[in-house]
């Protein structure tokens, strides 16, 4: 009785660890894994909403590790089909983020971003990350 147990237990533990996440849009949480020109890469979490007012825009909290109560908000491109999110400019306090592209995959497993990064000390940094 006791191995049975044991048993059930490790396989409720080792299911919770499997990320069953079947994505149909880029809405929710993101792990995201950034390299930068100046920095050391980094790992941090982030969230995807819908914009309450324009439905084609999403808010992106923690984008670049801002913070959770800051969002940027980015578009989708005329070109849907390739599932391009445009970050035309974003601008919180002294940091300002331009250039913004990422590219959605298919099956909307991931994102891969690229965009400039400013904040008055470090300028026109450029960063790739990638949210899983």
């Known amino acids: 009785m006791r191995y049975f147990v044991i048993v059930l237990i490790g396989l409720m533990v080792f299911s919770a660890c499997d990320k069953d996440e079947d994505r149909?849009?880029?809405l929710g949480g993101?792990?995201?894994?950034?390299?930068?020109?100046?920095?050391?890469?980094?790992?941090?979490?982030?969230?995807?909403?819908?914009?309450?007012?324009?439905?084609?825009?999403?808010k992106v909290y923690n984008f670049?590790?801002?913070?959770?109560?800051?969002s940027s908000v980015?578009?989708?491109?005329?070109?849907?089909?390739?599932?391009n999110l445009i970050i035309d400019l974003y601008i919180v306090g002294n940091v300002t983020?331009?250039?913004?592209?990422?590219i959605v995959a298919a099956d909307f497993s991931s994102i891969s971003?690229?965009?400039?990064?400013?904040?008055?000390?470090?300028?026109?940094?450029?960063?790739k990350a990638t949210y899983y």
């Open 74 to 83: 980015v578009s989708c491109a005329e070109d849907t089909t390739n599932g």
């Open 97 to 102: 983020i331009s250039d913004g592209i990422g």
């Open 30 to 58: 993101w792990n995201c894994e950034e390299f930068s020109d100046y920095g050391a890469a980094r790992t941090y979490q982030t969230s995807i909403v819908r914009d309450e007012v324009t439905p084609t825009f999403y």
């Open 24 to 26: 149909t849009s880029i």
């Open 113 to 127: 971003w690229t965009y400039t990064y400013s904040d008055g000390i470090v300028n026109n940094e450029k960063v």
């Open 64 to 70: 670049h590790k801002i913070g959770n109560s800051e």
